[in-house]
């Protein structure tokens, strides 16, 4: 087998994608990084592993992700490229999203602002600390965990009632696009009351709203209407009616294609096979 494995070292996680030459995908791993190096070498075995590969199936691999500057050499003398990140995540969100062009969001630690367009090219729009690792911080201090899953799971039970002041809240007529339920002020409204869950559900809907508010502004920056979110944090149950708010408001139109948590990881193994050299 002829395998290309795109691995993507992040701040809190590794994700590992292999294709076969053709650019279809065989499997994808994910594993939290405490560590870049080992969890690279962690996932790399265990990947071979589950998949029933040998390093000798393996073509090459292609490293992105902030982690990958700290890998250096060919790992197990296998021919190991680089490809930036912000080129990886353009590829692969719109390879998975079908569009020739669009604003890509990749949702990480932080959140890059993408432009991709027809010609391959792409453009770092802008930048937020605001992201999966401010959602963690948050929660780690307001409800005691950190953890991604523990922060979904707690989140989904939360009322948002209980923390946030609403348009609804502050007056009795608002202007005819805005819905009387729509968030005037994140935390605004906090009770003395409120529950994990809560502040958990609060937390979540404050980090995500920042990022829908900054995609606004990308897209009329770049003339669409077109935004492909990406990241591990599509996976959270309140990001759909939060960008349909935004869609809903703006005429923005939000896709998160299927394997959208592993579209930087995949999009380095595209983005390799349509390089004719790449450097080192």
Known sequence: MDVILGIDIGGSTTKIVGLRS????????????EDQVTSLYGALGNYLKSNGL???????????????SFVEGDIFDLPTLR???FSASGTGALALSGQDEAVVVSMGT???????????????????????????GLCRKLVGMERFGQIKKLAEQGDLAHVDLTIGDITRSPAATLDPTLTAANFGNLAEDA??????????????QVIGTMTVLACRCCGTDTVVLTGSMTTLSQVEPNFLNFEHLYGTHYLI???????????AALYSLRQKSLSY
Do not use: Y
């Not at 499997?27 to 990084?33: Q, T």
């Not at 000798?56 to 990958?68: F, N, P």
């Not at 529950?195 to 995500?208: E, F, Q, W, Y």
């Not at 299927?258 to 995949?266: H, L, Q, V, Y």
């Open 22 to 33: 053709d650019g279809s995908v065989i499997s994808m791993l994910r594993v939290r990084a």
């Open 54 to 68: 040998r390093l000798g199936d393996v073509r090459r691999i292609v490293l992105t992700g902030v982690g990958a």
């Open 83 to 85: 490809v930036d990140e």
């Open 110 to 136: 932080g959140t890059a602002f993408l432009w991709a367009g027809r010609d391959g090219r792409v453009e770092h729009l802008c930048g937020s600390g605001i992201g999966g690792g401010t959602l963690g």
């Open 195 to 208: 529950s994990p869950a809560d502040l958990a559900a609060g937390a979540v809907n404050l980090v995500l």
């Open 257 to 267: 294609p299927e394997g959208a948590t592993f579209a930087t990881a995949i999009g």
